[in-house]
């Protein structure tokens, strides 16, 4: 059994998928909404299997409703757009229907469900639609244990390098994220995240000390946490003093 929600803003749209789901028993419909805000809600409540999603929509675009899902689940692309295909594969969507679709073509697409069980594949893609925004990300996916959560930015105390991964340290836990610690320097508010060391970041604003020594810095977070500020990048501490 697979957990089902449709996002469609066309009432058409929605019926359609509707009615074809009737010839799939085991998957079994939740819900469904018809704007991006509302899509955020429902998936996140509901938490399903798989979702039918459009792309063009009231309130935000079906990408920026992935950028908002506390997990990540199977998607599959239903619009009348055809411009959006390489991105949703780039995504890893399950397949991409382009409006109208037969019921033979839907079929195609259920079909992959069975060829596309390992939805991890898709969580490092889907944290890149939200890094990869513009402006300095609010809120940012990360991993924890078999699927995805959202954190809110300001809420990571510091970045400690994990091989080619990056540990980001919070009060409450220690997530993964699939980016590199220099890749994340460049995708974060350089005046609040500050690198001290090849394998650190910290967030200023969580910083409870700095400790001189002779020749060196240590940084004390509100957490407890003491951080080692290397030679290097002792400028980036100097260039705070006031």
């Known amino acids: 059994m697979k ?12 019926q359609l998928i509707k009615q074809y789901l009737e ?20 998936i996140n409540e509901f938490k399903p299997d798989l979702v039918f999603l459009d ?10 409703v992935l950028t908002h899902l506390e997990e ?9 757009y055809d411009q959006y295909a390489l991105k949703a594969f780039e995504v890893h969507a399950v397949d991409y229907l382009l409006k109208p679709y037969t019921k033979e073509r839907f079929k195609i697409a ?8 390992q939805v991890n594949k898709a969580r490092p893609l889907a944290e890149s639609l939200l890094m990869d925004t513009p402006k300095y990300p609010e809120r940012i996916l ?22 080619d991964y990056s540990k980001l340290v919070t009060e409450a836990k ?14 974060l508010n350089e005046s609040i995240f500050i690198r001290i060391h090849r394998s650190s ?29 290397s030679r290097g990048y002792m400028e980036n501490i100097k260039k705070l003093m006031f």
């Open 174 to 187: 220690t997530y993964v994220s699939n980016y590199g610690i220099s890749t994340l320097e460049e995708k």
């Open 23 to 42: 010839d799939y028993p085991e998957l079994i419909l939740l819900g469904e909404a018809n704007n991006g805000v509302d899509a955020v809600k429902i």
């Open 201 to 229: 970041i910290i967030n200023l604003n969580a910083v409870k000390e700095l400790n001189k020594y002779t020749k060196s810095y240590d940084v004390t977070m509100k957490n407890g946490d003491v951080v080692r500020v």
């Open 72 to 80: 990540l689940p199977q998607i599959i692309f239903s619009t009348a």
């Open 110 to 117: 259920v079909d992959k469900l069975k060829e596309n069980v």
């Open 142 to 163: 990360v991993q924890s244990q078999n699927k995805l959560v959202t954190i809110a930015v300001e809420d990571v105390i510091r970045i400690e390098a994990y091989g």
């Open 55 to 64: 792309i063009q929509m009231p309130g935000m675009t079906g990408f920026d």
């Open 3 to 14: 957990k089902v929600v449709i996002i469609d803003d066309e009432s058409a749209g929605r």
